[in-house]
């Protein structure tokens, strides 16, 4: 098996199920002695979150391509970003260092396009909803995407920053989800996706109107897809 280096702490409760996720993959395909080769750089989160200067990005990309060129020098064959939000400053990190990085929103557009999904809704931080670092991935994908909805950004990001990067659900979030996945489906697309790992906290992703498509598992199944490459 190839070794895999995971940026993560962006938070660490999403860095824990990719790591969950993983390893169960690689048990499942190989063997239920097998546990994935992994070197992880969990990040402190409260120095990365909620940026919105262009000087708190730089340095977010900078922290982050010093954790991937770590994990580059520890023998990591390909690296993995736990967070969709971060793929804002992938390019700069993709630079910083000679192996691949998986782009989450690759690995769902990919998927997305091989199930015949034609329309989607976005779900996730602020800037995954509303700038191009994600959206254009996927639209490059052949993914036709609703437009964002400004009360149904500010709800998802308050959700999202206020309870779930605390480990925290609620009920009234819960019912929120589904109001906005229920209008989503009014609005004529195919499937969801969340861009956001907390988010299926509140969200289930085998219960609802419209398929959901968890970028995350599908980011750790791309992620394993490369450790078993070979093997």
């Not at 169960?24 to 989160?45: D, G, H, T």
């Not at 989607?120 to 909805?149: C, D, K, N, W």
């Not at 309870?163 to 009920?171: C, F, H, I, N, Q």
Request: proline share 2%; glycine share 8%.
């Amino acid at each position: 098996m190839r070794k895999l280096g995971l940026i993560g702490g962006l938070s660490w409760i999403s860095t824990s199920s990719y790591y969950e996720r993983i390893n169960l993959q690689v048990r499942k395909r190989v063997s239920e002695m097998c546990s994935a080769p992994l070197a992880i750089e969990s990040l402190n989160f409260c120095e990365l979150s909620r940026l919105e200067t262009a000087e708190q990005w730089g340095h977010a990309s900078c922290t982050l391509q010093e954790a991937a060129k770590r994990l580059e020098g520890s023998g990591a064959t390909a690296i993995v970003i736990a967070a969709n939000s971060m793929h804002k400053v992938y390019d700069d990190v993709a630079g910083a260092v000679s192996v691949p990085i998986l782009h989450i929103a690759d690995c769902v557009g990919e998927k997305m396009k091989a199930d015949g999904v034609k329309k989607a809704g976005l779900l996730g931080t602020r800037q995954v909803m509303t700038e191009s670092f994600y959206r254009q991935r996927l639209i490059g994908h052949g993914i036709s995407l609703i437009p964002p909805h400004m009360d149904r950004v500010d709800g998802i990001n308050k959700t999202i920053y206020e309870e779930l990067m605390l480990g925290k659900t609620s009920r009234d979030s819960e019912r929120l989800m589904k109001t906005f996945i229920t209008d989503i489906e009014k609005e004529g697309a195919d499937a969801v996706i969340l861009g956001c790992t907390e988010l299926e906290m509140i969200i289930n992703t085998d219960a609802n109107i419209l398929p959901i498509y968890n970028g995350a598992r599908i980011h750790a199944d791309a992620a394993v897809d490369w450790i078993l490459d070979g093997a």
